[in-house]
């Protein structure tokens, strides 16, 4: 069963999507923060979640490696 993802986990989730095709490479957690109007620690927070659920994926100790799986 898939857990349902909170409304930060889909606005950062589209925040990634958009920030990637308007630049065409994966946005820093800066970024995202920015654009969702959260915090870098609360994004980081969301994001080790919905990789946890198979949702994106990202190399360890590497900026700029999150890339959505769907």
Same mark, same amino acid.
């Given at each position: ?14 925040? *990634? %999507? $958009?920030? !990637?095709?308007?630049? @065409?490479?994966? +946005? =820093? *957690? %800066? $970024?995202? !923060?920015?654009?969702? @109007?959260?915090? +870098? =620690? ?29």
């Amino acid at each position: 069963m898939i857990a349902r993802q909170s409304d930060s986990q889909v606005r950062i989730a589209n925040a *990634m %999507r $958009e920030l !990637a095709d308007d630049f @065409g490479y994966p +946005p =820093s *957690m %800066r $970024e995202v !923060a920015a654009s969702v @109007g959260l915090s +870098p =620690s609360t994004v980081a927070y969301h994001l080790k979640t919905i990789e946890e659920r198979g949702i994106i994926t990202h190399t360890p100790q590497r900026n700029r490696t999150y890339q959505l799986l769907w």
